[in-house]
């Protein structure tokens, strides 16, 4: 059966996210005052061939700690469907 796993790659949150601070400077230019944090990551959704949802869910999760994150740095989610 084939699943789809989305991957919520999020920087640290006691980590900088230089490229949060550059859309929140921007927003606040803007006008947009509201706003009082932006974190800035990824999203990426797998097809995973799979003979069960755990097995996905396994299988995504390899994939995020060996590639599509970095543990020093990032966090990862994964929502397998």
């Known amino acids: 059966m084939t699943y789809t796993a989305q991957v919520k790659v999020m920087p640290l949150r006691d980590l ?3 490229q949060g601070k550059a859309v929140l400077g921007g927003l606040q230019n803007l ?5 009082s944090d932006v974190r800035i990551g990824k ?4 097809q995973i061939d799979a003979p ?8 995504a999760s390899e994939a ?10 990032e ?3 994964i929502t397998v469907n």
């Open 16 to 18: 900088l996210d230089p």
């Open 31 to 35: 006008g947009v005052v509201a706003v």
């Open 43 to 46: 999203h990426i959704d797998l």
């Open 52 to 59: 069960s949802k755990e097995e996905a869910l396994n299988i």
């Open 64 to 73: 995020a700690k060996k590639l599509l994150s970095n543990p020093v740095m």
């Open 75 to 77: 966090m990862f989610e």
